[in-house]
């Protein structure tokens, strides 16, 4: 996945490419109870690299969205970091440089979310502290299959070009199945023919 560039002969906004980038989930039974969200193989190294300037929305297959990553690393370069968003996580994204690891999903942009460029739906949802949602709140309860579509987004000028160079991977948890059980009566009365 390539993130966008907005140097000079750029007009934002910029979309990352593929817009989106998608993945398939199909064959699984049971409704949502967790979802992260790892970004592979990070770079934002160029001339004028500018990771805090990155949104990142992920699409549900019912349509549900949730703006999970923006506002995060400021101006300082990294390079082939494997970054996890997590719900759970200890900590949100700050302006510091990115490095692997796991963090909770983080929008510290301007106190809104980002209109995300068409074919993005509208959105509404967006992490903290500029919004309340997290990947629970917008997909728990849902149904995994369909697919899910990533969609990132520049709208500053002056940025260099980066990439997610082995892509993303969704980890989804299903709900565990509400228990079955069965009754078994013994005759109270049996026969016996000696």
Not at 1 to 16: D, H
Not at 109 to 138: E, K, Q, V
């Amino acid at each position: 996945i390539t993130t966008p560039s907005t140097l000079s002969g750029f007009s934002p906004p910029q979309k990352g490419s593929p817009y989106p980038s998608q993945i398939t989930v199909s064959g699984e039974t049971g409704t949502i109870s967790k979802i992260t969200v790892t970004l592979n193989g990070w770079t934002e190294n160029g001339s004028a690299p500018e990771p805090g300037d990155r949104d990142f929305l992920l699409v549900g297959p019912t349509g549900a969205t949730f703006e999970f990553l923006g506002g995060c690393g400021d101006f300082n370069p990294f390079s082939n970091i494997t970054l996890t968003l997590d719900d759970s996580a200890s900590s949100e994204c700050s302006k510091s440089a990115l490095a692997s690891g796991t963090l909770q999903p983080t929008v510290r942009l301007t106190g809104f979310c980002t209109n995300f460029p068409s074919p993005a739906p509208a959105n509404s949802n967006c992490a903290a502290p500029d919004g309340t949602a997290s990947f629970g709140s917008i997909f728990n309860g849902s149904n995994p299959n369909g697919t899910w579509s990533l969609y990132i987004f520049d709208n500053f000028a002056g940025d260099s070009p980066g990439s997610i160079g082995s892509g993303w991977t969704i980890t989804i948890t299903l709900a565990a199945a509400a228990g079955t059980s069965t009754a078994v009566t013994s005759s109270l009365n049996p026969s016996l023919d000696r």
